[in-house]
């Protein structure tokens, strides 16, 4: 049993206690969730996303109207940017939107589903959508109301 006394005794600092910063008061500002879309997972299909001049290609995480996460295996050399992607659907249909403008928002080393921690590499990489057109907004739409589950958390 807790003590009824023992939440008083705890408390939940925002001060950065780095330690530059031990003994100073300045705050830390917790941000909140700062995704303003939901997010869904592609319902049993795969859709690929290829990035535009890096030749990073992938296959779609996760989806929202704001951004995507993919996930791909990284080729040598080092980490660059993706600045425009294209979503490729599979099937007779095709689902395919290309040009879609972006920017990096996180790149982390993921396990590949159905790997073992001695395979390749692979990455989890999410973007945000920058200056879609009224067509872009459209079709992703169209693909998140067709084929989009909604996920209550993506890590």
Known sequence: MIPSNWHANCHTSLIDESPAKIGTSERIDVKAE????PRYRIRDMEFH???HGIQISGTLANISKGGLA???????????ECRAIDILGPGPDRFYLSGIACRRIYDIGVLAEGRTFTGAECRLRGVQFTDLTDAQIQKLTDLIDHYGVELSTIP
Do not use: W
């Open 34 to 37: 700062q995704r303003q879309h």
């Open 49 to 51: 996303v290829f990035s």
């Open 70 to 80: 993919f996930q791909f295996e990284p080729g040598p050399g080092k980490m660059t």
